[in-house]
């Protein structure tokens, strides 16, 4: 039943009997509003329970994608949010903004065609910590779902950035003939939230990140899919000290990593992570978490997830800045034409801070590595002067004082190209006490450039089991397939190596307690 209605004055005071006048222009608006509403079908309710859809054109929200809309946005999202929650719908269209903030019990529909569009020029963005198109800070019951698309323009916003900084407006260490990632607008940047789900969505074009989740708790992201070459630090997904994540279903092709776990703070710690049933393609790493490390990682789950086309490591795990990696389990990893396989690292990056790691499990993994560059082609390429000529595909190495303890790699199989060459820089078995130690410096599996296995090298380990693991290298290579190196308490069962020559494989320096079988 629509309601009965009289009279709205220029001023929006209602010419009723003894109805007193609205005092400000907000009461103005959303009594105007109101009043749409109740001829437009649409319902309001105070009960976010109840709350219903509105659509983005009853704000004056513009779809021509000339427009910019960002305090009709901001104006909304405030609306959705002081009336008890709802969904914002945006329909059809292209609808260009600037930074905009989601609040408490609002969720954004874009429907599919909807775009949400960056504006590409950089003072419509802000920067709290980071700058970026969409914030939630302490926020509760939000997300973005649909099937529709938000793309940043960020090449495009990045030169706008540099111009603006060659100008003198803006002053940045502009490092690497580039501006920092903190000036370049990310496209999502959440922090300290609850309850968010972000489902369907095309997330594109960053100038920076993709998108930040930073000690959020019961966040879940779903069948989204993320397409970001546009420029540097790209990375897919980022997880900061967050509690209770799911990323699940999803495609994620980013020119830095793709699925990417972080720890900024000392006192906190990525714990409960589900990472499932996703496809990834990295100019970087497509799993990987421990850069930063301050924290920890604990109770990780990597789960049926397939890689192709990246650069480095398919799993990269990381304590280098004085925090824990614990209870990890991978099972379930495809790779094809990869740069890298298994990395698991501690180094001490924070002097006096070493990283610690241990009950690791992985299993059910089949890596095929390239015998080329594998993101060749591909819009911003891993940089090949980082890059060992001579790959080992899987490295575990921790510290002569701080051990990796407690990894087991089961139904493992990795395809190496061989023909390793020793006049790239020859790493054999007689200079392994030339191998850098390196604690200080960034983690990365080309970080002590050439390594004596063409296989497995694993040094400063104790607890290391490897059961039903097969290494095959087509080529003839000069090194040795597995080399353990300061390894305790450790166990080779079943381990299957290929390889066009007849030399051992494995080779021992300052070991214990090791069980071949």
């Known amino acids: 039943m629509k309601p009965s209605i009289t009279n709205v004055d220029t001023q929006g005071n209602e010419q009723r009997g003894s109805i007193r006048p609205l005092k400000n222009n907000y009461q103005r608006i959303k009594y105007i509003l109101l009043v749409v509403m109740a001829f437009t079908g649409v319902a309001f309710t105070g009960s976010a329970a109840n709350a219903k859809d509105y659509p983005a054109s009853l704000f004056g929200i513009r779809s021509d994608g000339l427009t910019l809309n960002t305090r009709s946005i901001q104006f909304a999202i405030d609306f959705v949010n002081n009336n008890g929650g709802g969904r914002l719908v945006f329909d059809v269209g292209r609808y260009l903004t600037g930074s905009i903030h989601l609040k408490s019990n609002v969720t954004i529909v874009l429907k ?32 973005i779902e649909g099937k529709g ?6 090449r495009q916003l990045a030169v706008n950035v540099t111009d603006i900084y060659h100008k ?19 496209l999502i940047n959440f922090r300290g939230c609850r309850n968010v789900l972000m489902k369907g969505i095309t997330i594109r074009n960053a100038a920076s990140w993709v998108e930040t989740y930073d000690q959020c708790v019961n966040l879940r992201l779903d069948s989204i899919y993320v397409d970001s070459k546009a420029f540097w630090n790209n990375d897919g997904i980022d997880i900061v000290d967050c509690d209770s994540v799911a990323v699940t279903n999803s495609y994620i092709d980013a020119d830095d990593d793709g699925v990417c776990l972080k720890s900024h703070d000392g006192s906190k710690f990525c714990n409960n992570i589900l990472i499932r049933n996703n496809v990834i393609r990295s100019s970087a790493n497509a799993i990987k978490f421990g850069t930063a490390s301050y924290g920890g990682f604990r109770n990780i789950r990597i789960l049926n997830n397939r890689t192709f086309d990246t650069y480095r490591s ?9 925090g824990f990696v614990e209870n990890v389990d991978v099972d379930g990893l495809t790779g094809i034409n990869m740069g ?10 924070v002097k006096g801070k070493k990283g610690r790691m241990e009950n690791i499990r992985i299993r059910n993994v089949d890596i095929e590595i390239a015998a080329g560059k594998p993101d060749a082609g591909y819009d911003y390429e891993g940089p090949i002067e980082d890059m060992p ?3 080992s595909p899987i490295v575990i190495a921790g510290m002569p004082d701080a051990l990796i303890s407690k990894v087991s790699l089961e139904n493992v199989d990795v395809r190496y190209p061989g023909g390793g060459n020793p006049l790239f820089a020859r790493r054999d078995l ?15 599996f080309s970080m002590f450039t050439e390594l004596p296995a063409w296989g497995a090298y694993i040094r400063h380990a104790q607890d290391v089991d490897f059961s039903n693991v097969t290494l095959s290298a087509k080529k003839k290579d000069y090194r040795t397939a597995i080399v353990l190196d300061d390894v305790k308490n450790s166990a080779f069962i079943s381990v299957k190596v290929s390889e066009p020559s007849k030399k051992a494989a494995i080779f021992q320096h300052r070991t214990t307690g090791i069980t071949i079988k």
């Open 112 to 143: 599919e065609g909807a775009v949400l569009v960056g504006s590409l020029n950089p003072f419509d963005y802000d920067k709290l910590l980071v700058t970026a198109l969409i914030f939630a800070y302490d926020q509760h019951d939000i997300g």
């Open 149 to 154: 698309v938000i793309d940043g323009q960020g």
């Open 168 to 186: 003198g407006l803006i002053k940045n260490l502009f490092r690497n003939d580039r501006p920092e990632a903190d000036i370049r607008a990310m």
């Open 314 to 322: 398919a799993v990269a795990l990381e304590a280098v800045d004085g």
């Open 340 to 349: 890298h396989a298994i990395f698991l690292r501690i180094g001490e990056r």
């Open 389 to 391: 000529r001579n790959i």
């Open 430 to 444: 007689d200079s392994l006490d030339k191998v850098p130690e390196r604690p200080e410096a960034y983690p990365d």
